[in-house]
């Protein structure tokens, strides 16, 4: 009898205590942290390297080889040429029908023939001080030439170096140049003036041919160009 109801007695103890721990609240769980909670990940930076501009760059505007510039692009409008080119083939800029400006330095010491021949939107040309040789039509065609300055390391210019260039209003010549070839000028239509310097020797046939506006060429008194027969009949010459 005793036996069972200390039974009786720890079964209600085993009972009671289950009862009380159901009550009790669970653990909380371990906080998150801030980096597991936020799962909107942040866009990756863009560390792709950006190709540089090459549009300007020497090599994708012409070809040289060993100093020699050999083809320029026709997609070229403005260029300058390279401090490492001592010489533009003959042909290397024909019918750059794009090209507006063209900026030579003083380590370009020759220009070949037709260089430059059919650039009919060239417009400025600028040449340093130490071209020597300019070949013949080297300008050729430059329908939009308006105006040209040649250094006075040249010598000499060639045949047919302007012919055609039908917007010429001005050309400055070296001063040391003794020598025009023959039609330099000719259908500079819209050339208004010329000096042409005492050390001039030798001008060509038709040099002047077809300069329909030309007002004036001043030159020494007794010199080559004092010679009325080598421009049209309206020109004045100012002999000095």
Do not use: H
Request: aromatic residues 6%.
């Amino acid at each position: 009898m005793k036996k069972l109801l200390f039974l009786s007695l720890m079964l209600c103890a085993c009972a009671f205590l289950s009862a009380c721990g159901s009550n009790e609240e669970p653990a909380p769980a371990p906080e998150q942290s801030a980096a597991a909670e936020n799962t909107d990940t942040a866009p990756a930076e863009n560390t792709e390297t950006k190709p540089a501009a090459t549009s300007n760059r020497n090599n994708t505007l012409y070809e040289a080889s060993d100093g020699v510039l050999k083809k320029a692009s026709t997609t070229a409008d403005e260029l300058t040429v390279g401090e490492d080119i001592v010489s533009i083939d003959p042909f290397a800029f024909k019918d750059c029908t794009r090209l507006k400006k063209i900026t030579i330095p003083a380590n370009v010491t020759s220009i070949g023939e037709y260089a430059f021949s059919g650039c009919t939107a060239l417009e400025t040309v600028n040449i340093a001080s130490g071209l020597t040789s300019l070949g013949k039509n080297a300008f050729t065609g430059c329908t939009a030439l308006r105006m040209i300055t040649l250094p006075d390391s040249l010598t000499t210019i060639q045949d047919s170096t302007f012919l055609g260039c039908s917007s010429l209003v001005t050309a400055t010549l070296p001063a040391n140049l003794t020598t025009l070839g023959n039609y330099v000028f000719q259908d500079c239509k819209a050339l208004k003036k010329i000096a042409i310097p005492s050390s001039v020797g030798s001008i060509g046939s038709s040099a002047f041919s077809n300069c329909t506006s030309l007002q004036s060429v001043e030159c020494a008194k007794g010199s080559a160009a004092d010679n009325a027969a080598l421009y049209p009949s309206n020109t004045v010459i100012v002999a000095k």
